[in-house]
C-alpha cells in the first residue's frame, strides 16, 4: 500500500470518530499562536522608537508572517487531502455557514497579510534579506526597478491593505474563540472538543471513560 494511502486511512480513522487529525489539530493551534503573537508584536513595534530595535522587530513580524502563509498553504492542502470531521456545527443553519465564511475569511487574510507585508518590505530601499521561519532566505519582489514614485505608491497600497487586513484579523479571531466557547459551554456539542489535542485515558480511572460535554 502506497504511503499516502496509509496516511490517509490513519488520518480519516479520526474524521470519522468527528475528531481533526493530529496533523490538522497542530496546524490549527501552532497558526492561532503565530497569529497572536503577530498581533501583540505588530502592536508593539509600532510603538518602539526608530532604531536598530524596530527594525529587528519588523524583520522578526516579516518571517513569522512568511511562515504563516507556509503553514496556510500547507493546511489548506491538507484540508483537500483529508476532509474535516462532520460534527454539530455542521448542521444546516445559519451558524454553519457563518463558520464556513468565517473559515474562508481566515485563509484570505493568512494569504493577505504576508503578501501585503512582503510587498511593504520589498518596496523599501535598500532591500533588507527576509528569511522563511528565519532559515530559509527569500528574495524580495522585484520592486528595485520601478521609480522612486511608483515604489512608494506600492508602499502605500501595501500599507493600506495590510492595515485592513489587521483590522479583519483583530475582528475575526474574537468572533472564532466567542463561537467555541459558545458550542462548548452553551450548546454543548463536540465542536470544541473534536480540535483539541487528544489526551489519552488515564488506565488507573475506574470506569476508563472519556469526558462527555453532554453529560450523556
Known amino acids: 500500500m502506497k504511503l499516502h ?12 470518530a468527528g475528531k481533526y487529525s493530529p496533523i490538522g489539530v497542530w496546524f490549527h493551534w501552532i497558526m492561532a499562536a503565530l497569529v497572536l503573537f503577530q498581533l501583540g508584536l505588530g502592536w508593539m513595534m509600532t510603538r518602539r522608537p526608530v532604531g536598530g530595535d524596530k527594525l529587528a522587530a519588523y524583520e522578526l513580524h516579516s518571517d513569522i508572517g ?3 502563509l507556509l503553514l496556510a498553504i500547507l493546511r489548506f492542502g491538507w484540508r483537500l487531502f483529508i476532509p474535516d470531521p462532520i460534527n454539530d456545527a455542521d448542521a444546516p443553519r445559519w451558524q454553519s455557514k457563518a463558520a464556513h465564511l468565517t473559515h474562508y475569511l481566515f485563509y484570505g487574510l493568512f494569504a493577505l497579510l504576508p503578501l501585503s507585508g512582503w510587498a511593504m518590505w520589498s518596496a523599501i530601499q535598500p532591500v533588507e534579506p527576509l528569511r522563511l521561519a528565519g532559515i530559509v532566505p527569500i528574495p524580495p519582489m522585484p520592486f528595485h526597478t520601478l521609480s522612486p514614485g511608483w515604489q512608494y505608491r506600492v ?3 501595501a500599507e493600506w491593505l495590510h492595515v485592513l487586513g489587521v483590522i479583519g484579523l483583530a475582528a475575526l479571531v474574537p468572533l472564532h474563540v466567542g463561537a467555541a466557547l459558545k458550542h462548548h459551554f452553551w450548546d454543548r456539542d463536540d465542536t470544541v472538543i473534536g480540535i483539541v489535542p487528544e489526551i489519552r485515558d488515564d488506565p488507573r480511572a475506574p470506569d476508563h471513560r472519556q469526558y462527555n460535554p453532554t453529560g450523556v
Open 5 to 16: 494511502n496509509l496516511i490517509r486511512k490513519w488520518a480519516v480513522s479520526y474524521t470519522n
Open 66 to 68: 512568511l511562515s504563516i
Open 155 to 157: 508602499l502605500d497600497w
